[in-house]
């Protein structure tokens, strides 16, 4: 029998969360996988909204949506009216009693987000991640571009907020605790290469 676009899509979301996702906690990380999500997305043909929601009425929380189905990668930020801990990553139908905000447009919030990312101030009063959860952001960031890398996509502009951060953060730590990812020295011959370019600017 012939998959069916909704069987690829959960295949497609399922392999690319293995490969990304940290071990352990992927607590407020939502927006930063969700984001290396949409770019996945975009690689495969997929069309998706943006689903937000808030965790305690205060911190918000992103998924994807893809026709009527949410798909979260770190679920478990999130309660949809239980206790449950969810199976990562969450894939189901969605249901009228989420009490889901309408969905937004993801490029509204990549701007804010990758500012914060760098220690630049915004104007959404959203604090800059932790210094201590850095290396679990970059992780994934780095972990989604060597899979872009290896599917020979461009998602330029992913890879510039990916390379400032690295850059931000010291490249020397980020070689430190990266260096030993399975295929690291594509990402870092890619590194090199941006790097080179701002310098002959």
């Not at 029998?1 to 940290?22: C, G």
């Amino acid at each position: 029998m012939a998959q069916t676009e909704k069987e690829r899509v959960t295949e497609v979301v399922v392999d690319f969360s293995k490969n990304i996702l940290n071990e352990g906690s992927n607590d407020n990380m939502c927006f930063t996988a969700i984001y290396a999500l949409s770019e996945h997305f975009k690689n495969n043909g997929i069309e998706y909204s943006l689903g937000r929601g808030f965790v305690n009425d205060k911190c918000p929380h992103y998924w994807l949506e893809y026709e009527d189905v949410i798909i979260d990668l770190t679920p478990n930020q999130i309660q949809f009216n239980n206790s449950e801990v969810f199976e990562v990553p969450l894939i189901r139908v969605k249901q009228p009693s989420d009490g889901l905000l309408p969905t937004v447009e993801i490029n509204s919030l990549i701007s804010p987000w990758a500012a914060r990312l760098i220690g630049e101030e915004t104007d959404d009063n959203i604090s800059k991640p932790p210094l201590e959860l850095i290396p679990d952001y970059l992780s994934i960031l780095i972990k989604a571009a060597i899979v872009f890398i290896n599917d020979n996509k461009s998602n330029e502009d992913y890879f510039v907020i990916v390379f400032k951060a690295c850059n931000h953060y010291s490249i020397e730590k980020v070689i430190s605790i990266f260096g030993g990812l399975p295929d690291w020295e594509k990402f870092y011959s890619r590194f090199q290469k941006w790097e080179n370019s701002n310098n002959q600017k």
